[in-house]
């Protein structure tokens, strides 16, 4: 698996591993990646996208006092595959180089199954549930959900 920097030249592909067009969310990570405020890595397999990472070097809320975890997604028909941990392992290394020493995350309360994932991956659970509100890039929807934050130290 080739697993490298997002660009520009990458935004269809981004696209093909949800299976939905959201160019407004893809154009602002990257706009954010070219500020140094964020990671975006697209993976590939065989020269076919098979899923992203995306990074918030500073948080984005108040209880976020490190690297912040906003997206990692695999190609529902290339899970299983270990694919998510190599990209966490890719981004994790990244940060380590950049002298970070924790990555967080928030993780929604009925995705049990992805919690268990990370916390293989050695992120721990911190603090009680919280309410997380954001509003979706490509349809403009607020969402609203409860989370489990977790974070893992980087060594």
């Known amino acids: 698996m080739k697993i490298e920097k997002a660009t520009k030249k990458d935004l269809k592909e981004l696209d093909k591993i949800k299976g939905c067009k959201m160019p407004k969310l ?16 697209i993976a590939y397999e065989k020269n076919k996208p098979v899923g ?47 002298s970070y020493k924790k990555i967080g995350l928030d993780v929604e309360t009925g995705e049990k199954w992805l919690k268990k994932f990370y916390e293989s991956g050695g992120y721990k659970v911190i603090g009680k549930i919280h309410q997380q509100t954001w509003t979706q890039k490509d349809s403009g929807k607020k969402m609203i959900t409860k989370v489990w934050h977790l974070e893992k130290k980087l060594r």
């Open 26 to 41: 893809h154009i602002s990570r990257l706009e954010q990646q070219k500020k140094r405020k964020a990671i975006y890595f």
């Open 52 to 98: 992203h990472v995306f990074v918030y070097l500073k948080g984005n809320e108040n209880y976020h006092s490190c690297p912040t975890l906003q997206d990692v997604f695999v190609k529902e028909t290339e899970r299983k595959k270990g694919f998510g941990r190599m990209l966490m392992n890719k981004v994790e290394q990244k940060l380590k180089n950049l």
